[in-house]
């Protein structure tokens, strides 16, 4: 278990959250020059984010940046953000990127498959995206929580998800109507909770504040316990926290619309 957070102190928890944050660029246009901006703002003088996560085509550049002994992952997506591509190509995406330099491959679950009762797609998907990026990748499966709506629904993705090996449960891709919610975010710990296995969460989607920050901190020590959060088990995807988290540790007021929704 790691140390406890002060979840009474804003600097404590802007601290925690730097350590615990996917610095992420999935935009639509991103081009090559502003992802390794991005990779330039992963580190700073309070520390290291956890990871920066890109679109595929950038990780060898951001891996050249980096270099290989940096303390910032790289993660990445596939299946991004429809959910709804074929398991081979999915696959062949999954091995590139790890070829490339990817630590940690962020799936798209086929969520549509699921609302339509079609589990065995689901398995399928993750059980073959897993194999193709073993440990020690880490694979982060994503719920798409928002379109799958049904608690039940988004408990029984968060099982079948554990059941195959995923070594962390991601919220949605930011590119939907509704993204992370604390709502959502208790089924999922309270399924990590019951399986008694070392997995961790990712809330994605609208996080962007060091207050939105605490309040998924205070959820998980509700559940899982004091100590629980760490990098190895709880990771946020936003682009536009970072800019509150500065803003805390460095006692100013932030910028307005500081980075995307995502």
Known sequence: MAEPIDLTSPKAVALAALSCLDLTELGDTATEAATLSLVDRAINEFGSVAAVCIWPRFVAAARAQLGAKSPVRIATVVNFPSGDLPVDEVVAETTRAVADGADEIDL??????????????VRDMIRAVRTAAPAPT????ILETGELKDPALISRASDIALEEQADFIKTSTGKVAVNATLDAARIMLEVIQRSGKPVGFKPAGGIRTVEDAGAYFALCEEILGAGWVSPSTFRFG??????DILATL????PSAGQGEAY
């Open 108 to 121: 798209v679950i086929p969520w549509k498959a699921l609302i339509a009762g079609d589990e065995q797609a």
């Open 138 to 141: 880490t694979l982060k499966t």
């Open 238 to 243: 936003a682009s536009g926290l970072l800019g």
């Open 250 to 253: 460095e006692d100013r007021t």
